[in-house]
C-alpha cells in the first residue's frame, strides 16, 4: 500500500481523504489541521490520524483531540501528499515537500508553476505518469475539460467559448455572497477557466467568461464548441456516454432540470455528502449543428475534483496500469456512473 | 391630444401609465384595475382615473376609491389602448378592443398573434406605422433587439447565439422562486427568446436558451453574434455607443460589476422605482474576432419595454415623425441615457 497524507482538510481534502479510504492501493497516513474545529473533532472520531504544528499542540489536546504528531512526522511518514490547502498555500507548501523530498498533488486554486504539469485524467493522464509534482486544475476547469476531451478524442475540437454561471459560494461559506445579484466574476474580458484549460489541452482555443449567482449547490456551464467537420447529434451523444463522469439527464424524462433538484437526487441516492462526481449534461440543451455543438452542464463544485485527484495518485505513484483501468476502479471504489440507473 | 387607456396597473402598466403622464402628446384616460389592492390606491391618490368592471363597483368604494367608469366607459373614452394584462389576457381582451373599434398595443407575454405585428423600436419602427394592433416584444427579447438591430444596422449580423440567465422572479413577487438553484428555463432545446426575435429580425438567424437563477433585480445575457465581414472591437463599441438605449459600462472604471451595483446606481440617480430603460453592456466583456462579436449585458426587466411601448404609441396614433425624431422625445422624457454622464 501507498502511503498517503492530505495537508489540509477542507472541501476538497475531506473528500479526497475519504476516497483514499475507500481504496485498498493506497493507505491514508492521516490529515494536516491547523486549528482544532468541528471537522478535526469528526475526523478524530473517524479514527483518521490527526497531524498539527508542534505550536498547536495543545490547543487540540484541550478540545479532546490527542494528535498523532507534528507536521515533520506527517511529511516522514507520507509517501505521497495530497496538497488541499486553501488557494495560493501550497505554493508555500512546495518547499517543505521538496525538503522532505516527497512528491505532491496540488489542487487548481494554485498557480500551475506550483507543479509541472496542470492535470485532467480525460485529457492528458499519460503525460502526468511519473511526475513529482502535479497540479489537478479547478472545478469548473475539470467541467469543462471532461467534456472537451471526450468530444476532442472523436472529433478533433479546434475551439470552445464558455459561459461559466457560478455558485457564489459553498454550502458551508455562510459569510460570501451575493445574496441578490448577478455579478461578473472579473474585471477582465476572460476567465482563468479557459486559459487554465488549455495548459492541459492547448491545442484547442479556449475562451471563457464567468457570472456568480447567489446560490450554493453547483456551477452551470455553457459549452458552444466547434470540431473540425460536421457530426449529428447522435454521434455527439454517443462520445459523451461513454465516458462514466458525463453524465446526461434528460429533464423532460426525469423532472430533473435543475441543480437544487440533481442534489435531491444525490441524497435520495445516499452519495456520501450528496456528493456528485459527474458533470451533469442536460440532454434537451444539446444542440449540434454542422460542425458547432452546444450544450448546458452542472458541475458539483466539492466533489467533481476527487475522481482526477485519485487517478493522480496512481499516476505518481508509479502504479503501472493502463489509463482505462486506473479510471474504471477510480469510479468503482467511488460509485462514479451509479446515478446513471435513476436517470 | 391623443387619448390613452392602459388596461392593466402591474409591473408593466404602472410604468406605462407614468409614461404617458410625461408626455405632452398624450393625454391618460385612466386605468382598468380588477381588485382594489395597494397599488390602486396609490394609483387613486396620485389622481388617476380608476376603471372596473361593474360588479367590482362596491368593493372599490368600501375600500375609499371612486372608480371614475366601467370598462366599457373606458374603452368608449380611449382612443387607444395599452393592454398590459397578465400574460395571456390580453388574447382575451382584443375582442373587447375590436368591438369597441381601438386600436391597441400588447406586451411581450401575448402569442404573436394577438397582433399584426410584433414590434422593437430600433428593429423595425417603419413597419409598426399605421398598423391597428401591435405586440411589443417581452424585456429578454428587446434587450437582445435592442443590440441585434443596433449592429445590424452597420455590420449586417448574420448568426446569434443567446444565453439568457433569468431573474427568477420580479422584486414584488415573493410567492416564486427558485431560492437557492439554477434552473433551466424548459425542457426544450431552445427558449422563446430566439424565436420571439426572429419575428421582428427575420434575416438573423437567432437561437437562445435560458436558465432561471435566485436573484429578482435584472437579468443578464450572453450573447454570441456573427456578422458578415470582419469589424474590430472599437468600431462594435462605436456602433452600440450611438444609441441612447444601450450603455457601456466599464466595471473597472465605475466599480460597477454587477445587477446589485446597478439598480444601487438607479437609485442613488433618483430614477423612479429605480427602473434602468437601457441595456447595460458590461465593456470589458466585449469580445470582437474576425467577425465574431460576443458580449454580456444586463438587463431591468421591470422598465425596459417602456420606451418601446411609447414609441409604439406614436406608430399607432399615425404621428407624422421621422424615427429619429421619435426615438429622442420618448427618451427626453424618460431620461433614457442620463445614467451616462455617471458611468
Known amino acids: 500500500m501507498v502511503k498517503v497524507g492530505v495537508n489540509g482538510y477542507g472541501t476538497i481534502g475531506k473528500r479526497v481523504a475519504d476516497a483514499i479510504l475507500k481504496n485498498p ?6 490529515i494536516v489541521k491547523y486549528n482544532p474545529d468541528y471537522s478535526s473533532k469528526i475526523a478524530f472520531k473517524k479514527g483518521i490520524n490527526i497531524y498539527v504544528p508542534q505550536d498547536k499542540w495543545r490547543d487540540f489536546e484541550s478540545t479532546g483531540i490527542t494528535p498523532k504528531g507534528t507536521i515533520q512526522e506527517f511529511l516522514e511518514e507520507s509517501s505521497i501528499i495530497i496538497d488541499a490547502s486553501p488557494n495560493g498555500k501550497g505554493a508555500a507548501n512546495l518547499s517543505l515537500y521538496k525538503g522532505a523530498g516527497k512528491p505532491a498533488i496540488f489542487q487548481g486554486g494554485e498557480k500551475p508553476e506550483v507543479a509541472e504539469l496542470s492535470y485532467s485524467t480525460y485529457c492528458n493522464y499519460d503525460e502526468a505518469f511519473g511526475r513529482k509534482y502535479l497540479r489537478v486544475v479547478s472545478c469548473n476547469t475539470t467541467g469543462i475539460l471532461r467534456v472537451l476531451c471526450a468530444l476532442h478524442r472523436e472529433f ?38 479557459g486559459k487554465d484549460a488549455m495548459l492541459v489541452l492547448p491545442s484547442v482555443k479556449i475562451i471563457s467568461q464567468a457570472v456568480v449567482v447567489p446560490t450554493t449547490l453547483m456551477h452551470v456551464q455553457y459549452l458552444d464548441i ?3 467537420s460536421p457530426v449529428t447529434r447522435s454521434q455527439v451523444i454517443e462520445a459523451l456516454s461513454k465516458h462514466a463522469r458525463i453524465l446526461l439527464v434528460n429533464p423532460k424524462k426525469t423532472g430533473i432540470d435543475s441543480t437544487s433538484k440533481l442534489i435531491e437526487a444525490a441524497r435520495d441516492f445516499l452519495r456520501s455528502r450528496n456528493d456528485i462526481y459527474e458533470n ?12 458547432n455543438i452546444s450544450l448546458i452542464q452542472a458541475i458539483h463544485q466539492e466533489s467533481i475534483v476527487v475522481p482526477e485527484n485519485m487517478d493522480a495518485l496512481y499516476a505518481i505513484a508509479n502504479i503501472r496500469l493502463p489509463f482505462e483501468k486506473v479510471v474504471e476502479e477510480t469510479d468503482r471504489l467511488l460509485g462514479v456512473g451509479g446515478l446513471k440507473d435513476v436517470f
Do not use: C, M, Y
Open 25 to 30: 492501493r493506497f493507505q491514508l497516513v492521516g
Open 280 to 291: 451533469i449534461v442536460f440532454e434537451n440543451t444539446i444542440i449540434v449543428s454542422d460542425n
Open 156 to 193: 478533433n475540437v479546434k475551439r470552445a467559448r464558455v459561459l461559466v454561471i457560478r455558485r457564489g459560494a459553498d454550502p458551508k461559506e455562510d459569510a460570501r455572497g451575493p445574496i441578490n445579484s448577478i455579478k461578473l466574476e472579473s474585471f477582465e474580458d476572460v476567465s482563468h477557466h
Open 226 to 228: 466547434d470540431v473540425a
